[in-house]
Each structure stands twice: as structure tokens, then as C-alpha cells.
């Protein structure tokens, strides 16, 4: 129950914050700029405010504060979360308020992502006794020593670009976070890890309050800002809870938005042919004549059927 009010609270607070805020960035004039090789039902969208990942970072940060005992675990996830969403910020203020059109340099975003990341490795073995142990379907709990460190590097950077490219239509990324965050709610539960849950639970309802403006036709877009931080988020959430694995299905559209890039360059460099009539994979099937509304329930659809496997996988190797 405790879990509900928490989520409930959330995402009320999202809602009733967005009309605050959304008519404050159209007055700046923080509007969205949409590239010109894309679908071009999506020039319409030109000027829609964003940063907007503002408007749920505020209510799952105070919530969690008000609601969470201090603990080390919630202090991370906020680190993390504020992080990343502070490096997203400052990539969407250089774009959008200074009309600079390459952003934060990408050695800048990368060196520090990459830093944070170390530090949430570091705190999370040296100072929680997280060890360095990952759980792998079938095989348990494996002992990763050393190489824990660039692999927790590769979960939280790898995580967070993913959510970033997944940001393409409106709603998707929102969506498929919710449904992540509601799927470590559950892992969390099982492994009794109250922080964790606690977390999970207001991210989830930060995102579902979000989505009352973010869903087709959005009136705001979250921008790096949001998409940074809710990467970082679930990320942490995964490695707190020993779970890093399990992102392969509680976000598999992640995965595969990340994978149909990845395979699309590949393929270009080495036979000079797409395999996709656009990357990452929501705009193929645009580019397919889908509806945008499709796509985005068809792509929750599939991640809740993945994060149900998941979890469903979880409690039987438990």
C-alpha cells in the first residue's frame, strides 16, 4: 500500500506541476528543433517546449526525500539521477537557449557519465558491501571481480544513450521507463530492499504523471534532461540491486532501439546498404506508414510482456 501512495503522490505532483512549467519554457522559447532527414509528420512538432524532464524530476526528488529514510542506497539514486539529469540540462541549455546546435561536446557528456558511473561502482562495493557479484539467469550469482568496474561503466552509460535514443515519438521513452521502474518496483519487493522500491515507486509515478502531457499529441518533451536522468535511474536501480542482467529484458526496447543503430551503421560501412529505412527502429516503421500512436502501444506492449518474463524468470531462479 505504502507503494501505491508513493507512486499515486508522484505522479499527482507531476501534474499538477507540468501546467506550471510548460507555459514558463514555451515563454523562453525552448522549442524543440526536428532534424531534417526525419519523418516529416514529425515537423510538426518544431517549437513544442523542451527540457521538460524538469517537470517529473522535481516531484520524484522532493518525494523521495519526504517519504525515503535517509539510507546510502537512496542518496546514490539520487546522485545518479540529478547527475545525469544535470549533464542532460546542460546539453539542452547549450542547444536550445544558446542556439548552439552540437550541444555539450560529446567528450564532455562521455567523460562525465563515465565519472559518475565509477562513483556509483566505488560507493556501491566499497561503502554498501554491494561486492561485486551480478546475477545471470541460470548461473546464479557470478563473481565479475575487477571487471565489475567498466561493466557497471557500459550498464549505466550503455543505459542511459538508450533511453536518450528511445526519446524519438511521443510517449515512448516515458512509457517504457514507467513500465522498467514498476518492474525493479517488484524486484525490489522480492529482494525486501525498501530504498529501492521506495524509488522505484515515485520514478514510475513521475513518469505516468508525465505522460498526461507527453503522450500523442505531447505538449512538452522531456529533452536530455529527462531522458539522462531516467536512464541513470533505472541503471542504478539494476546495479543496487545486483540485477544488470535483467535490463537485457525489463528494457528490451532499449536494447533494441540501441541494437537497430548499432546494426545500421555496421551494415553501412561494410556492404553500403540500411537495413532499416531509418534508425533507431520506431522511425522504420514510421517510415513504414505506421500511425505514431501504434508504434508507441505496440512497443508497451512488448516491454511489459518482457518485463513480466523477467520478473516471472527472477523468482523462479531465486
Not at 20 to 43: A, E, Y
Not at 144 to 170: E, R, S
Not at 194 to 200: I, R
Request: hydrophobic letters at 60%; proline letters at 3%.
Amino acid at each position: 500500500m505504502v507503494y501505491l501512495i508513493t507512486f499515486a503522490v508522484t505522479a499527482i505532483s507531476t501534474v499538477i506541476l507540468a501546467p506550471l512549467i510548460i507555459p514558463v519554457l514555451r515563454s523562453l522559447k525552448v522549442g524543440q528543433t526536428i532534424r531534417s532527414d526525419g519523418p516529416k509528420r514529425h515537423f510538426g512538432k518544431a517549437g513544442t517546449p523542451t527540457m521538460g524532464g524538469l517537470i517529473f524530476l522535481l516531484p520524484v526528488i522532493i518525494v523521495t526525500l519526504f517519504i525515503s529514510s535517509p539510507s546510502l542506497d537512496t542518496a546514490l539514486l539520487l546522485l545518479m539521477t540529478l547527475g545525469f539529469g544535470l549533464i542532460g540540462f546542460t546539453d539542452d541549455y547549450i542547444k536550445v537557449v544558446l542556439r548552439r546546435s552540437l550541444g555539450l561536446k560529446a567528450r564532455w557528456k562521455l567523460a562525465g557519465q563515465v565519472l559518475l558511473s565509477l562513483i556509483l561502482a566505488f560507493i556501491a562495493v566499497v561503502f554498501l558491501d554491494r561486492g561485486t557479484e551480478v546475477w545471470i539467469p541460470f548461473l546464479g550469482y557470478v563473481f565479475f571481480g575487477w571487471l565489475y568496474l567498466p561493466f557497471v561503466i557500459i550498464v549505466v552509460v550503455g543505459t542511459t544513450n538508450a533511453v536518450n535514443l528511445t526519446d524519438g515519438l511521443d510517449g515512448l521513452a516515458t512509457g517504457i521507463t514507467a513500465v522498467a521502474a514498476l518492474g525493479f518496483l517488484m524486484i525490489s519487493i522480492m529482494l525486501d530492499n525498501q530504498e529501492l522500491a521506495m524509488f522505484a515507486a515515485t520514478l514510475a509515478g513521475g513518469c505516468m504523471g508525465f505522460l498526461v502531457f507527453n503522450f500523442n499529441p505531447a505538449k512538452v518533451f522531456m529533452g536530455d534532461t529527462g531522458s539522462l536522468a531516467l536512464g541513470a535511474a533505472i541503471a542504478t536501480l539494476a546495479v543496487l540491486s545486483k540485477t544488470e542482467v535483467l535490463l537485457v529484458f525489463i528494457g528490451i526496447i532499449f536494447v533494441i532501439e540501441t541494437l537497430s543503430v548499432i546494426i545500421q551503421v555496421i551494415a553501412f560501412q561494410t556492404i553500403g546498404k540500411r537495413l532499416f529505412l531509418m534508425s533507431p527502429l520506431h522511425h522504420h516503421f514510421e517510415l513504414k506508414g505506421w500511425g505514431e500512436r501504434k508504434i508507441v502501444l505496440v512497443f508497451y506492449l512488448v516491454s511489459i510482456v518482457f518485463a513480466f518474463a523477467g520478473i516471472a524468470l527472477f523468482k523462479y531462479m531465486m
